[in-house]
């Protein structure tokens, strides 16, 4: 079996093999760029593939993504739409992101942008209150493996948890509301409103002027989902008239974030490169390796994009 990957560049791909070495010592593992039989190919592990390479591969039996989300494969207009795309979700990476959405929320909640802020201008201030994770309801929005994960451990820090899903789900042991009709009253109840959603039609531009205007005023922002639920303008807006107090913003619409944005500079932002949870190439290659091997022996897969669904 041959798997080739676009995940790292030509540099990283010795380090795939000797990973892959490990965990599945009978795959042929080549690089994007090295030249091969396109017919040879069984499986791709992919980021950001070059338009149209895909459908060279006419055996192809299954596309993985190097990360969690799938519109970078998806935005191909020549994908072969029949083949299965696997979604790199495993347990670091849950992990990686509810440890990424616990600190956020801890940091917001002790306000450490501005103690950082002031030790940058050497500026000594004793804040008149200090708040505790008990103050603060959390909110999370999109009720996957993520949300979940980043649910239960902020809660068991102390911090009060609801969720929200565009469809019917459930927070285990919280309150979780769904669909339209409630999500007025979720954001009415949230402090700290966090973004793990998926990236499809319904959920693009969700981080609007109307959803923040009905938060209470003050709350504060995380978004790890996708750049593209966000309207940045609108979201700025929110914080120059203090709507939203701060915000923690890990994805955005075009990245890496230009250097003219002004999010860099915003006094209320916090800008993270798209690092809330990205498994390393040894993780990917073991999930990897069980993905083929299950997808082999045609054992049903997890995580699967569903067109339907859209993620």
Not at 74 to 100: C, G, K, N, S, W
Not at 186 to 196: E, P, Q, W
Request: with cysteine; glycine share 8%; net charge negative.
């Amino acid at each position: 079996m041959r798997l080739i990957i676009n995940s790292g560049g030509p540099k990283a791909i010795d380090e795939w093999r000797a990973q892959f070495s490990a965990f599945a010592p009978e795959l042929d593992v080549v690089g994007w760029q090295e030249a091969v039989d396109p017919a040879s190919v069984d499986y791709a592990l992919v980021w950001a593939p070059d338009a149209g390479r895909l459908a060279t591969f006419p055996n192809l039996k299954l596309i993985i993504s190097a990360g969690a989300g799938v519109d970078h494969i998806l935005a191909d207009p020549a994908l072969p739409r029949h083949l299965p795309i696997a979604r790199m979700v495993t347990a670091r990476t849950q992990t990686e992101m509810a440890e990424f959405v616990l600190t956020s929320a801890l940091m917001l909640t002790r306000d450490i942008k501005r103690i950082v802020d002031n030790q940058s201008r050497r500026h000594w201030e004793l804040f008149d209150s200090l708040r505790v994770a008990a103050d603060i309801r959390v909110g999370i929005m999109g009720l996957g493996h993520l949300g979940v994960a980043s649910a239960q451990l902020l809660s068991r820090v102390g911090f009060p948890v609801s969720g929200w899903s565009r469809g019917a789900s459930t927070l285990p042991d919280l309150p979780s509301y769904a669909g339209p009709e409630q999500f007025g009253e979720f954001l009415a109840h949230t402090d700290l409103l966090v973004c793990l959603l998926p990236a499809t039609d319904a959920t693009r531009g969700i981080l609007n002027r109307a959803t923040l205007s009905q938060l209470p005023r003050g709350a504060c922002l995380i978004n790890a989902g996708r750049g593209s639920h966000m309207v940045t303008q609108d979201v700025i807006d929110a914080l120059d008239g203090g709507q939203l107090r701060q915000a923690v913003l890990d994805v955005f619409e075009q990245e890496p974030l230009p250097p003219e944005s002004p999010l860099w500079s915003h006094p209320g932002v916090i800008v993270s490169p798209h690092s809330a949870a990205i498994p390393d190439r040894k993780e990917r290659a073991r999930h990897t390796a069980v993905l083929i091997a299950a997808n082999e022996r045609g054992d049903p897969l997890p995580n699967i994009y569903d067109p339907q669904r859209g993620y």
